[in-house]
């Protein structure tokens, strides 16, 4: 296991270039099983889900080809489904969240598949009905085999159908989408989840050769089509390193440039951060965060308390939530962040709250942050990293506290955020990995 040591209380300044969007990749990874043919895909992260993802891949008999840095061309000419019987599957498709997604295509293309509980972040509930009711309406039978925690499904003939989703899950579209390409006739999917990850999904099926329209809507159409062919595509950059880094600069009152972010794919972003007060400019793809003394965070316009929530796309995506958490700690003013969607996402407070910071965690969904507008630092502590976006929350803290923090469990960070430590050193960051057991 491993550990970042970091000495906070230092300025950044600079550019950094997000990496390729992590969500997104491991839908458009799984899209390859979709076709015989080759796949080329640029701008892929190198992180630790991605990198196991492509493992699972080559595994399932994908072959695949690195083309440069962040380039692989994917062809699932041949997939073997026995290996999903294998005690190696179980293992490796259960360490990530987006091996889920795995299910559709194999359904769609060879009328069978099955998957473990699959991993990801622990938190709260996280329930995979709308994927198994998805793919049932499309005509495929479904299995929970209790004994050996495996999800099965089988049709040998999927037919299109409306499908009025159980809610807007990112993944469960996802994943019913690339079932219904190439089912019979027209499904009809609504409550579909919109996210730019699922516009850019459905472009590539689209340009393999599927008929989806209504991107972008919660309302898909998709005419099924006999077959997909290959394809190129490009990742979008990962929104999500994208908020932390406006978040990172305001909390260490640093100066940054935050390269080629695709402006136009941020929804409203952008303006939750200048909720908080942060200035950002907008410099034709770029977005500047100059260095802030103070940051004021906005009332609503009835002069009552702001509140920052998570919704659905186009609403504020739940995983910039701890984000906008930590940076609110050194703002002026009080913000209410409320946690619709997961119940234990918050409980990482608690490490805040011993640094100093003044938070109230009313309950698992909803933390008042009395932002205490630089008057008193931060202190580094010890912690560990409870999932992925607390993990960047904390180091956020630690960068802008007093003294010397250690974050443990640091491979969270690792699962979404690529060379984290020499990116953020090239920014001026005192920070390093160390080895730490446990
Ligand atoms: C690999 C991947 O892509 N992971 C993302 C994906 O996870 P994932 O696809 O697993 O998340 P879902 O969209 O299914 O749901 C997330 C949570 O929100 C709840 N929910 C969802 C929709 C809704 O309308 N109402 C509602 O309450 C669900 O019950 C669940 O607890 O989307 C989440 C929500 O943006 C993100 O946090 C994850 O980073
Ligand atoms: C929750 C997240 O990831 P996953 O769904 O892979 O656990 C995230 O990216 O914030």
Redesign the pocket.
Known sequence: MSALRVVGGHRLSGEITPQGA??EA??ILCAVLLTEEPVTIHNIPNIVDVNKLIELLGDMGVQVERLGPDSYRFTAKHVNLEFLESPEYRKKAASL??SIMVLGPLLARFGKSRIPRPG??KI????LD?HFLGFQSLGAKFNYESDSQFYSIDASNLQGTYILLD??????TANVLMAAVLARGTTTLYNA?C?P?IQQLSNMLNRMGARISGIGSNLLTIEGVERLGGTEHTMLPDMIEIGSFIGMAAMTGSELTIKNVRVDMLGMIPDVFRRLGIKLEIRGDDIYVPRQESYQIESFIDGSIMTIA?A?WPGF???LLSIVLVTAIQAKGTVLVHQ???ESRLFFVDKLIDMGAQIILCDPHRATVIGMDRKNSLKGIKMTSPDIRAGVALLIAALSAKGESIIYAADQIDRGYSHIVERLQKLGAKLERIESEG
């Open positions: 992590k969500n491991l839908q969240r987006g990801g972040d709260g509930r996280r329930r709308t809610e807007a899950s990112v993944t469960g989840a996210e990850y998570d659905p995506t739940p995983d619709k969607m997961f």
